[in-house]
Nanobody, 126 residues
Framework: QLQLVESGGGLVQPGESLRLSCAFS????????IGWFRQVPGKEREGVAC????????TFADSVKGRFTISRDNARKTVYLQINDLKPEDTAVYLC???????????????????WGRGTQVTVAS
C-alpha cells in the first residue's frame, strides 16, 4: 500500500504561481512513478504530469506544457508540481497518484494508476 497526501492548493489570481506537494508513504520498497491529475465537476479527470521513480523521466499533457514542471525529492518522499502563469481554466481539484510497482505510466490515463490521494483545491480567480 502507498499513501498519498496532497497540499499547497489555494485561491490565487491569474498569472500567479503555486507549488503543489504530494507526500507519499507506506510501500517505498520501490520508487513509484507519481502522476498529477486534475478534476473539475462534470468533466473527465485529466492527467497533467508524471515523473518516474528516479526523477529522470517526466511527461506532460499538451495543455500544460511550458507552464507546469514536476520534480521529486525521494529523501523527503515528496513530489512537487510547480504551476506558473495560472489561468482560470486551471481551477480544479489536483490529485496525485501512483501505479503498482516501478513501471512508468506514460499515457497519463487514470486507469494506469492504483493509489490516489484525496486532492487539493486550486482556484484561480481575480
Amino acid at each position: 500500500q502507498l499513501q498519498l497526501v496532497e497540499s499547497g492548493g489555494g485561491l490565487v489570481q491569474p498569472g500567479e504561481s503555486l507549488r503543489l506537494s504530494c507526500a507519499f508513504s507506506g510501500d517505498t520498497s520501490v520508487d513509484h512513478a507519481i502522476g498529477w491529475f486534475r478534476q473539475v465537476p462534470g468533466k473527465e479527470r485529466e492527467g497533467v504530469a508524471c515523473i518516474s521513480g528516479s526523477g529522470a523521466t517526466s511527461t506532460f499533457a499538451d495543455s500544460v506544457k511550458g507552464r507546469f514542471t514536476i520534480s521529486r525529492d525521494n529523501a523527503r518522499k515528496t513530489v512537487y508540481l510547480q504551476i506558473n502563469d495560472l489561468k482560470p481554466e486551471d481551477t480544479a481539484v489536483y490529485l496525485c497518484a501512483a501505479p503498482y510497482g516501478s513501471w512508468y505510466p506514460s499515457q497519463l490515463k487514470s486507469s494506469e494508476f492504483d493509489y490516489w490521494g484525496r486532492g487539493t483545491q486550486v482556484t484561480v480567480a481575480s
